[in-house]
């Protein structure tokens, strides 16, 4: 059966790395076995518990063993990466004979390695981290203590192998970028007519997924607009926060006084940070800004009324079905099967984003 998905940073300061068990479903010695009947979990079940907000990429077993599964989130101080935890632990509840240990990376990647040894005590079978944080050093660590490494939106470069899912980060830039790009046209042939125009990727440094989504925006909004190369230009403050964005962005406001300025957001942090340093600066008519994630951060701005004509739209990555859907792909590795692979296409905006996401 298809279970095809159809819906759908960083340095910092190592504030905490405190390892902790999100879901206790066992003992001391590892999680029980689990009996929720026969067959597997359907796709129709996994809608239901989760009010239509996850489509699965592995038809759990409902008899099989349980497991131990250890996360290293990239920084819980990013609204994307609290949905990550939040969807694995309901998938480990929902579930059930899961085990979760976690640990926060507080954004600082270069510790990943080391913080994984503070939880590999735990004897987790499969380890995942994502979005730039699953470091050679990382990657080594966990293979020498024959363990399984699951990474999230962080696919293997030239020579690297290992399991993942998520984001294709050409396609959600091409995306985000067409959206963006029909958006200037349409304000280029009435109060934009004859203006220069600057396309601004809002990346993050040390990145490379988010260095891959705004590059290839670029190229298409470059293509679609007709812009010589100096009319590209992009950020890469060392934390990803809206806030760091802002400040670069406000920066680059500065530099570009009579521009109008079309920003591509490597997430929402990008995507609100650009949002705020046009406000503050009263130049919301100057911008059009697209999101690339969808988190609660994008998804207030565009319930804001203020930021309509300024705001384009966000591609939905679906952060908290990424965090149920790891639960599934490691139950899946755990078993040496195959996942489905995660499919981000849905856009949000102003219209449609109280109806796909009601209960924010």
């Known amino acids: 059966m298809s279970l095809r998905h159809n819906a759908r940073t960083t340095i910092g300061v190592l504030l905490a790395v405190a390892a902790l068990v999100t879901s206790a479903c066992g003992s001391a010695t590892g999680p029980a076995s689990v009996d929720k009947g ?11 518990a989760t009010e239509k907000r996850v489509e699965p990429v592995f038809a759990v077993p409902k008899k099989r063993d349980g497991y131990t599964f250890a996360f290293l989130n990239p920084g819980l101080s990013i609204p994307t990466f609290v949905e990550w935890k939040n969807g694995m632990k309901a998938a480990a509840d929902f579930y059930g004979g899961v085990t979760l240990v976690e640990s926060d990376l507080a954004l600082d990647y270069p ?3 080391s913080a994984f040894e503070t939880i590999a005590v735990r004897n987790p079978t499969v380890v995942g981290t994502g979005a730039g944080a699953g470091t050679p050093g990382f990657l080594d660590a966990v ?23 998520g984001v294709n980060n050409v ?24 203006a220069d125009v600057v396309y601004l990727g809002a990346s993050v440094s040390n990145c490379a997924p988010c260095d891959a989504r705004v590059r290839k925006g670029g190229e298409v909004v470059k293509q679609e607009l007709g812009l010589k190369d100096d009319k590209l230009q992009n950020v890469s403050p060392a934390d990803g926060s809206a806030a760091a964005e802002e400040a670069v962005i406000t920066d680059f406001l500065t530099a570009h006084p009579n521009s109008k300025v079309v920003v ?9 940070g650009a949002l705020n340093a046009l406000s503050k600066a009263g130049r919301l008519k100057d911008g059009l800004v697209v ?3 969808g988190d609660p951060s994008g998804r207030a701005a565009l319930r804001d009324r203020a930021l309509r004509d300024t705001f384009v739209g966000a591609v939905d990555f679906n952060p908290y079905a990424q965090g149920w859907n790891w639960v599934e792909a490691a139950i ?26 009601p209960n924010d």
Not at 38 to 48: H, I, K, L, M, S
Not at 175 to 185: Q, S, V, W, Y
Not at 264 to 272: F, K, R, T
Request: aromatic share 12%.
């Open 38 to 48: 026969e067959g597997d979990f359907t796709a129709d079940e996994v809608r239901a």
């Open 111 to 113: 510790k990943s390695a």
């Open 143 to 165: 293979r020498k203590n024959n363990m399984k490494p699951l990474l999230i939106d962080q696919e293997p470069g030239s020579g690297e192998t290992f399991d993942w899912f």
């Open 171 to 194: 396609d959600v830039g091409r995306i985000g970028a067409e959206a963006l790009a029909k958006k200037a046209k349409e304000r280029l042939a009435a109060d934009w007519a004859g």
């Open 264 to 272: 591509l957001g490597y997430g929402d942090g990008g995507a609100v």
């Open 291 to 293: 999101s690339l994630g």
């Open 332 to 357: 899946a590795v755990q078993q040496g099967k195959k996942f489905e692979p995660y499919v981000a296409e849905r856009f949000l905006t102003f219209d449609n984003v109280n109806m796909l996401y």
